[in-house]
């Protein structure tokens, strides 16, 4: 099981809350970074040259987010070699086809909806921890890509 933060990118404090709530019960509270926008996301995972770089074990992003949204964050995740290996959870209350289809089309690997109740939620992010730090065998990095 890698060290690798788990990064959220989410603007609504309530969720927020809740996510950190979850992760605490899961045992990962103090693996959880919070970014509240795409451009801060983007400006983490994919800074300037020469500036130090995030590099989570996860990423849990949100459809709709302030100033760049999440489907366009997770396309400039995808077109650039530092950030395409990372896997991207999208963790959205929309059930909205488009938006399933758009997720995956641009490079999603999973689409999860957020659950109504805690203790679902909660059994979600222990499910979504256990696979993607347990189970799933990351893909290592390319050297090419810094």
């Not at 970014?35 to 590099?55: I, M, N, T, Y």
Request: charged share 25%.
């Amino acid at each position: 099981m890698t060290d690798a933060p788990i990064l959220l990118v989410e603007d609504r404090l309530d969720d927020v809350l809740l996510t950190r709530r979850a992760f605490a019960k899961a045992g990962l509270g103090d693996r959880l970074l919070v970014l509240s926008d795409g451009e801060e996301c983007l400006a983490a995972l994919l800074p300037a040259v020469g500036a130090p770089r995030l590099s989570p074990a996860f990423v849990l992003l949100d459809i709709n987010l302030p100033k760049i949204g999440g489907l366009e964050v997770l396309r400039h995740i995808r077109a650039d070699g530092r950030t395409r290996h990372i896997p991207v959870i999208v963790l959205t209350t929309s059930a909205e086809r488009r938006d399933i289809r758009d997720s995956y089309r641009f490079g999603a690997n999973s689409f999860v909806r957020k659950p109504v109740s805690y203790a679902e939620f909660t059994e979600t992010v222990r499910v979504l921890s256990a696979y993607w730090l347990a189970v799933n065998q990351p893909c290592p990095p390319d050297p090419a890509c810094p």
